[in-house]
């Protein structure tokens, strides 16, 4: 349950930043340095967490991660120190362990630190020099055997010079940084990538194997991928569907993958409601039809409920559209 899932080796790239990063990475995951990974939305922070613990020496220890945006924050001490019975109402009978305690002797993941409240931040800073820590309502010091693996998908330099992101815990997170580009920022990689993911895919899914063609793939290259690797594996996986014989081409892609220069901004005399509307209705007329007018699919691609769905058609008077 505490293993870590993914090796240096699922980390596919041919882009030479990348292979920069790896190899960094691979030299420092025999040490017990604090590392730092840095990069938007779905560039793999958590795959290169997991590889680090995976190949370090503590591999036989835990790999925790504890999403520090997840947890309310009221709650995020006990869950990082865990706390002895009768340290606050509705504490459980017995105390709780924490994340810190579960993963003793292995890796912890502190995943979107930067929204880690600034108390905490201090707390978290002194267990780090002090290699040491209590439950909450305990005294019972505890020794700290941990690698520590912080990830933030926004600059925490910003966050410090802001004032939300304490600047002495930074500076002691950031001993090895792995700064991992966008994804459009590597277009070299997104071919191997498609290649690669599509035949995994495929065989994760049951599908008959698949390639991408070139045609899909300049397709693919143009597209600016705000959500990285995860949004490029999930249109993958949609097309693997689409695509009736054994390759996947423009058509099996999303119409927002194929078109270019649409974007409501480059309408400027709509006003923002309009533009909002016009994208709604875009949005929904493309997802019936990529659907094959199926509603129950369109809306799971658009992520709303089935009769939010309909509700919108109606709003729209999108007529064609209706049963
Ligand atoms: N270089 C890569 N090779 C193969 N798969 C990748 C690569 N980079 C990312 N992925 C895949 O993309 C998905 C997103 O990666 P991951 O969860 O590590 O992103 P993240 O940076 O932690 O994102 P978030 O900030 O949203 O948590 C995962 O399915 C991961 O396996
Ligand atoms: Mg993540």
């Known amino acids: 349950m505490y293993e870590a899932r993914y090796s240096f080796e699922d980390i596919i790239t041919q882009n030479s930043i990348m292979m920069e990063l790896k190899d960094i990475a691979k030299r420092v995951t025999k040490t017990n340095s604090t590392v730092l990974i840095q990069g938007e939305s779905g560039t793999g922070k958590e795959l290169f967490a997991h590889a680090f613990h995976k190949e370090s020496l503590r591999r036989h220890g835990n790999f925790v991660t504890?999403?520090?945006?997840?947890?309310?924050?009221?709650?995020?001490?006990?869950?990082?120190?865990?706390?002895?019975?009768?340290?606050?109402?509705?504490?459980k009978r017995g105390g709780k362990i924490g994340k810190f305690e579960l993963a003793n002797g292995g890796t912890i993941l502190l995943d979107e630190i930067g929204s880690m409240p600034i108390n905490l931040q201090s707390k978290l800073l002194r267990v780090l020099e002090s290699r040491e820590f209590e439950r909450v309502g305990g005294n019972k010091r505890i020794k700290l055997d941990v690698r520590i693996i912080a990830s933030c998908n926004e600059n925490l330099e910003l966050s410090v010079q802001k004032g939300t992101f304490r600047r002495d815990l930074y500076y002691r997170l950031n001993v090895i940084k792995i700064d991992i580009p966008p994804l459009r920022e590597r277009i070299d990689d997104i071919e191997l990538l498609a290649q690669t993911m599509v035949s995994k895919l495929a065989i994760d899914l049951q599908l008959t194997p698949k390639t991408v063609s070139s045609e899909a793939c300049d397709r693919l290259k143009s597209h600016?991928?705000?959500?990285?690797?995860?949004?490029?594996?999930?249109?993958?996986?949609?097309?693997?569907?689409?695509?009736?014989?054994?390759?996947?081409?423009?058509?099996?892609?999303?119409?927002?993958?194929?078109?270019?220069?649409?974007?409501?901004?480059?309408?400027?005399?709509?006003?923002?409601?309009?533009m909002v509307e016009k994208t709604e209705i875009d949005a929904i007329k493309r997802a019936i039809r990529d659907a094959n007018g199926s509603k129950t699919i369109a809306a799971e691609m658009l992520d709303i409920h089935r009769t939010s769905l309909y509700k919108k058609i109606e709003k729209y008077k999108l007529t064609e559209l209706m049963d």
């Open 224 to 274: 600016n991928w705000p959500g990285n690797v995860r949004e490029l594996r999930n249109v993958l996986e949609r097309a693997l569907y689409f695509a009736t014989y054994n390759i996947i081409l423009p058509e099996h892609l999303p119409e927002y993958i194929n078109e270019k220069g649409t974007t409501p901004s480059s309408q400027p005399s709509l006003t923002l409601k309009d």
């Open 66 to 91: 504890l999403n520090c945006a997840a947890i309310p924050k009221e709650l995020l001490e006990s869950e990082v120190f865990g706390y002895e019975e009768g340290a606050f109402t509705g504490a």
